[in-house]
């Protein structure tokens, strides 16, 4: 958990795996001073595993864990937007005060064309690529743009297939990457820096 240390106060960290990884895990993240903020699901076109006795599992999740001395409100969030799938509408609405909340009053609500993005995201898996656990560079961008300012750092503790660094740069952001075990690719050494 040293990529824990290397967070800014308004940093955060992604993590991929599964329920049970991350279930068996969840102390260690504790431990490292993280916290959970969100999670989203990656569902893939094609499953993986050969297992015949359970369900084909076609989706990984992804958490986000920030700091726990850290305020939510100071951590870097840019929530994501997506077109949206139905027409443009302006209301006037005049709430009344729900219990548990305290009191809302009244708000005005504009269209702007647009819908917060779904926690299931759907990308297809990258097949035939240079590392076997290889994440899509689209996807990746996506996590970077919401938990990384435009002229932030995105670390790659991993870099099995440098796809972190290409989705950083492809956002606008700086990249430090660690690679544990190879030398790296030659097909994406170039979006790395010297």
């Known amino acids: 958990m040293a990529a824990a240390a290397c967070l800014k106060p308004s940093g955060s960290l992604w993590v991929f795996g599964s329920l049970r990884y991350l279930l068996a895990d969840a102390d260690r993240f504790g431990a490292a001073g993280l916290r959970y903020a969100q999670d989203i699901i990656w569902r893939k076109a094609n499953g993986t595993g050969f297992a015949a006795d359970h369900f084909k599992r076609v989706h990984e999740i992804v958490v986000q864990y920030y700091r726990r001395a850290a305020r939510w409100r100071g951590v870097y969030n840019e929530v994501q937007r997506v077109p949206a799938s139905t027409r443009n509408k302006t209301l006037q ?83 430090r990457a660690a690679r544990l075990t190879r030398a790296w690719p030659q097909e994406r050494a170039s979006v790395l820096p010297q």
């Open 93 to 175: 609405v005049q709430r009344t005060k729900p219990r548990h909340t305290g009191a809302i009053g009244a708000a005005g609500y504009r269209d702007d064309g647009t819908r917060i993005a779904k926690s299931v995201i759907e990308m297809n898996s990258v097949r035939g690529g240079l590392h076997a656990t290889e994440k899509p560079v689209s996807l990746l961008a996506i996590l970077i743009r919401t938990s990384c300012p435009p002229d932030g750092l995105v670390g790659d503790f991993f870099a099995g297939s440098a796809a972190a660094g290409e989705a950083a740069a492809a956002t606008g952001g700086a990249t």
